[in-house]
C-alpha cells in the first residue's frame, strides 16, 4: 500500500496536469500559513485627564546641573477605551517608573500593569528616551519600546512587544500618549 501512495504522489507531482500541481502547492501553502496563535495588534491613546501622578520623588544628583533621579508612579483610568481582540476593554493601568534626567532628558524605564474589565491583567517593562526642549518648563516627549513580559486572567501566556510615545511633564502632572502592542496568547 506504501508503494501505491508513493507511485500515486510521483504520478501527481511528476506526470500530473500542472493545475493538480498549482492545487497541492495552495493547500500546502494553507497549511503552513495558518497560525492557530495569531498576533494581536492594539492601539490606545490615553489623554492628560485619565492619567494622574501618584508617587513622585526626586534626588538631585550633585554631579551635573539639573541631573535628577526621579521614582514615580502613575495611575491611567481608561475612559474611551477601544475593544481589544479579546473583546475586553483596558480599565486602568498603573506604571510604576524611574527616571535618570538632565533637564528632563534621559533614560527611562518600569514597569507596566493593564487592568482589563474582565480583572485580566498584561504585564510589561517599558523602556524609553526623554526629549524636552530647552525650556524644560515645555512639556517633554518621551519614545518608548515595550516588552510584554506575561499576565493573568485571559493574558495567561502572553508575550509581545510595542511601542509608545508619551508626552509629560512632572512639574505640571502632565501625561498623555499612544501605544500600539502586538501580542500573541499561548494556547492553554
Not at 501622578?53 to 535628577?68: A, K, L, P
Amino acid at each position: 500500500m506504501l508503494n501505491d501512495i508513493c507511485e500515486l504522489a510521483c504520478k501527481i507531482f511528476f506526470y500530473s496536469n500542472i493545475n493538480i500541481m498549482k492545487f497541492i502547492f495552495l493547500i500546502i501553502t494553507l497549511i503552513y500559513s495558518f497560525n492557530l496563535n495569531a498576533t494581536c495588534k492594539f492601539k490606545d491613546t490615553t489623554s492628560n485627564n485619565e492619567v494622574k501622578y501618584t508617587i513622585q520623588e526626586s534626588i538631585n544628583v550633585d554631579d551635573i546641573e539639573g541631573h535628577v533621579i526621579r521614582i514615580f508612579k502613575t495611575e491611567t483610568n481608561h475612559k474611551k477605551s477601544k475593544k481589544n481582540c479579546e473583546g475586553l476593554r483596558i480599565v486602568k493601568t498603573d506604571f510604576f517608573g524611574i527616571s535618570d534626567y538632565i533637564n528632563k532628558n534621559g533614560k527611562v524605564t518600569g514597569y507596566s500593569i493593564g487592568i482589563y474589565d474582565d480583572g485580566s491583567k498584561i504585564f510589561s517593562r517599558v523602556d524609553g528616551v526623554a526629549q524636552t526642549p530647552e525650556d524644560i518648563s515645555q512639556n517633554g516627549l518621551v519614545n518608548t519600546t515595550i516588552t510584554i513580559t506575561g499576565g493573568t486572567g485571559v493574558y495567561k501566556g502572553v508575550i509581545g512587544y510595542g511601542k509608545g510615545k508619551v508626552e509629560f511633564n512632572p512639574e505640571t502632572g502632565y501625561s498623555s500618549g499612544n501605544t500600539e502592542t502586538f501580542y500573541t496568547i499561548a494556547p492553554k
